[in-house]
């Protein structure tokens, strides 16, 4: 079966401008969360998604918005970028909603904002 | 607020023992979890806790104290290939909040 999956894996944007990240979970996996995480750092939580509701949002702007798909992949949107938007993105997908036992986490896409 | 701490930097050789610790603070905790990342890498599922005590899965085993919110991963026999970067995390409702992580060395 195949793992996580995310698209594209580097991107290169420049202030100002959006960009979209996309997903696909483990088959089966109902559940997706979206991790910015920055070179030296933990992943920080930014969105947990589930039967397509939005079920936990992290401290970030509203420049940050996502959303789940009847197929269960989501996108992550990331608008008027900036410079500090640079990081790894990180997706996951779990079979648990709530307590997160066991998060199973895509490649990541690379975004770079110059 | 909830906030993690463990140890920035390990240091071990081949076939030895090493313990990585972790103290959290956080409210609406459910578990605690071990990550591998490797270089270039993404976050690998390691152990869970969600109740006081050890659990061992293989090399690894994971430890949790919920009275003294503190946990630790083990890792036994140390390989080369276990230079990585280890996180701990916290289960809290609809999302899970990692530590700054433990970066591990391993020489021969």
């Known amino acids: 079966d195949a793992g996580v999956t995310q698209s594209p894996t580097h991107l290169i944007k420049t202030r100002g401008q959006h960009v979209t990240l996309r997903c696909s979970p483990i088959s089966g996996h109902k559940s997706v969360s979206w991790y910015q995480q920055v070179l030296g750092q933990g992943p920080q939580f930014i969105f947990q998604?589930?039967?397509?509701?939005?079920?936990g949002r992290g401290n970030f702007p509203d420049r940050f918005s996502a959303r789940q798909f009847p197929n269960y992949s989501s996108e992550l949107n990331v608008n008027a970028l900036l410079l500090g938007d640079s990081a790894l993105y990180l997706c996951?997908?779990?079979?648990?909603?709530?307590?997160?036992?066991?998060?199973?986490f895509g490649s990541g896409t690379q975004l770079s904002v110059l | 607020g909830q906030s993690l701490e463990q140890p920035s930097e390990v240091t071990a050789v081949e076939g030895a023992i090493v313990q990585i610790n972790c103290t959290y603070q956080t409210s609406g905790f459910y578990g605690l979890s071990w990550y591998q990342q490797h270089d270039g890498g993404a976050p690998t599922f390691l152990s869970y806790n969600a109740l006081d005590g050890l659990e061992e899965t293989g090399r690894f085993s994971s430890f949790l104290s919920r009275s003294d919110s503190y946990g630790y991963l083990l890792l036994q026999e140390l390989q080369m290939k276990d230079s990585a970067s280890y996180f701990c995390?916290?289960?809290?409702?609809?999302?899970?909040?990692f530590g700054a992580g433990t970066r591990l060395a391993v020489h021969p």
């Open positions: 998604y589930y039967e397509k509701e939005e079920r």
């Open positions: 996951a997908s779990s079979l648990e909603v709530v307590s997160n036992e066991k998060l199973f």
């Open positions: 995390a916290v289960g809290g409702y609809n999302k899970l909040i």
